[in-house]
C-alpha cells in the first residue's frame, strides 16, 4: 500500500474570468463579498444606492393605480352612456309610433330623435374614453416595468457559481 502523491511546480488558473460590474452609475453602499469567497449563481454581491430609483419605481406604480381608476371610471361612464342610449332610442322609437297616430306632435319626435342621436354620440364618445384610458393602463404598467428593471440594475449578482479573484471598489466609492 504506498500513498500516491504527485509533485510539481505550477500555475492554477481559472478556466473562465468574468469582470463583473453594474449596468449603471451610482454610489456603491454594500458589498457583500471578498476576495476568496465563494458565490453561487444568483447570489447578490454588491449594491448600489437606489433610493432616487425606488422613488421612480413608487411613482410608476402610483401611475398604475391611477390608470387602473380611471380606466374603472370611464368603464361607468360608459355603462351610463349605453343605458341612456338605449333609454333615448326607445323614447324616441315611442315618439314616433305616437307621432304617426297624431297623438303627438312632430315636434316631439323630432326632438326625441335628435336626444337619441346626441345620446348614441355621447356613447360613441364613451367607447373612445375607454379605448384612451386602456392604452394609459398599458403605457403606465409598461413604465412600472421599465423602471423596475433599471432598479433591479442597481444590485450586482454572481451571473453563474464562481470564486471572487478581486474586489476593486469599497463601499462610498462612485462608480460610472
Partial sequence: DV??????????????????????????????????????????????NSTAQEARVAKAQAGVEAAEAQQLRVAASLDRATALAQQKHNVSGRR?????????????AEQADTEAAIAAADLAVARADLSVARAT???????????????????????FDALVVSRLREPGSALA
Fill in 137 to 159: 393602463l398599458a403605457d403606465a404598467r409598461a413604465t412600472l416595468l421599465s423602471e423596475q428593471a433599471a432598479l433591479a440594475k442597481h444590485s450586482l449578482v454572481a451571473p
Fill in 3 to 48: 500513498a500516491l502523491r504527485v509533485f510539481g511546480l505550477g500555475t492554477i488558473e481559472a478556466q473562465v474570468l468574468s469582470r463583473i460590474g453594474f449596468e449603471v452609475s451610482g454610489t456603491l453602499v454594500e458589498v457583500k463579498v471578498d476576495h476568496g469567497d465563494r458565490v453561487v449563481a444568483g447570489q447578490v454581491l454588491a449594491r448600489l
Fill in 96 to 108: 314616433r309610433e305616437l307621432a304617426a297616430r297624431g297623438n303627438t306632435s312632430a315636434e316631439g
